[in-house]
């Protein structure tokens, strides 16, 4: 049923996945887009020509 699922919404199975995985921790909230940003960047380094 899923296959049939993201084949109708024109996405693969594991989006599909994702969205019941989501729904089921968090009801529709877990449905909302969210930012793929990381919470975190690493600190550059400084380059040897920048000094």
Do not use: F, Y
């Amino acid at each position: 049923m899923q296959t049939a699922v993201a084949e109708a919404a024109g996405v693969c199975l594991w989006t599909i996945r994702k969205w019941i995985d989501g729904d089921r921790r968090e009801g529709l909230t877990g449905l909302h887009d969210r930012s793929s940003r990381p919470h975190r960047l690493r600190r550059q380094s400084k380059r040897s020509n920048d000094l």
